[in-house]
């Protein structure tokens, strides 16, 4: 566990009920006291790392902080998995319970994980990778994180790093600040740049595209 000092409150904990427009976002889960997300992917996507960057800005944001994390069988290919509890008290249980918020880089990462997020949470998930949905009834963004990624790095190693700037712009979890603090301290050495180039891309995206059918707006289908 990690504890941040001299707590910030989050402020409310009412669950999100409906998307503001662009031009009043703040984020969907800005304003709430306790938040429990879950990362999840297959080996090799970086799903660990952003749950560690997350963990990291948070802290530096004075919350408290405990992130954990899973592995498959196999190092690469296989599931993995990052949770990440934030809070503006410190955390009597270290594991998550019901997720606020899923983010699902793969099918399997998707299909397996989304019991475990709350009716009235949000499930965020690459568009390319997730190409058969569950049914989920809350708040739902389907952005193609791995396209985005080539399109500007041209490396899909930076997806993870999109993604996580794009979460931040939707959810309000963190500061920019913080997660630009976070990004640069704990990707690989000589990847920074090309790491803080894809979190601008992944900050830059206008959520009320992406809600629900909003990537029709992207040329892409969402009904697969």
């Given at each position: 566990m990690?504890?941040?000092?001299?707590?910030?409150p989050?402020?409310?904990d009412q669950a999100p009920?409906s998307?503001?427009?662009s031009?009043?976002?703040e984020g969907l889960?800005f304003?709430?006291?306790?938040v429990?997300v879950r990362f999840g992917?297959s080996?090799?996507?970086?799903?660990?790392l952003m749950g560690v960057?997350?963990?990291?800005?948070?802290?530096l944001?004075h919350?408290r902080?405990?992130q954990?994390?899973?592995?498959?069988?196999e190092?690469?290919?296989?599931y993995s998995?990052?949770?990440?509890?934030?809070s503006?008290?410190?955390?009597?249980?270290?594991?998550?319970e019901?997720?606020?918020?899923l983010?699902?880089?793969?099918?399997?990462?998707?299909?397996?994980y989304?019991?475990?997020?709350?009716n009235?949470g949000?499930?965020?998930y690459?568009?390319e990778?997730?190409v058969?949905?569950?049914?989920?009834k809350?708040i739902?963004?389907?952005?193609?994180?791995t396209?985005?990624?080539?399109e500007e790095t041209?490396r899909?190693?930076?997806?993870?790093i999109?993604a996580l700037?794009?979460?931040?712009?939707i959810?309000?979890?963190v500061?920019?600040?913080?997660?630009r603090?976070?990004?640069?301290?704990?990707?690989?050495?000589?990847?920074?740049?090309i790491n803080n180039r894809?979190l601008?891309?992944?900050?830059?995206?206008?959520?009320?595209?992406?809600?629900?059918?909003g990537?029709?707006?992207?040329?892409l289908?969402?009904?697969?």
């Amino acid at each position: 566990m990690v504890d941040g000092t001299t707590p910030s409150p989050i402020g409310s904990d009412q669950a999100p009920t409906s998307t503001p427009s662009s031009a009043q976002w703040e984020g969907l889960l800005f304003g709430r006291e306790y938040v429990e997300v879950r990362f999840g992917g297959s080996g090799g996507q970086g799903v660990i790392l952003m749950g560690v960057i997350l963990a990291t800005a948070a802290t530096l944001d004075h919350h408290r902080v405990v992130q954990t994390e899973s592995y498959g069988p196999e190092a690469r290919g296989g599931y993995s998995r990052s949770d990440v509890i934030i809070s503006s008290e410190p955390v009597d249980y270290p594991e998550l319970e019901r997720a606020h918020l899923l983010v699902a880089l793969s099918q399997l990462a998707a299909s397996q994980y989304i019991g475990t997020l709350r009716n009235d949470g949000i499930f965020i998930y690459d568009l390319e990778k997730v190409v058969e949905p569950p049914v989920f009834k809350g708040i739902t963004f389907a952005i193609p994180f791995t396209e985005m990624a080539l399109e500007e790095t041209g490396r899909t190693q930076t997806t993870n790093i999109l993604a996580l700037g794009a979460v931040t712009s939707i959810t309000g979890l963190v500061s920019v600040e913080s997660l630009r603090k976070a990004v640069t301290g704990r990707v690989p050495a000589g990847t920074e740049e090309i790491n803080n180039r894809a979190l601008i891309r992944g900050l830059g995206i206008d959520p009320a595209e992406w809600q629900n059918g909003g990537a029709r707006a992207y040329g892409l289908p969402v009904d697969r």
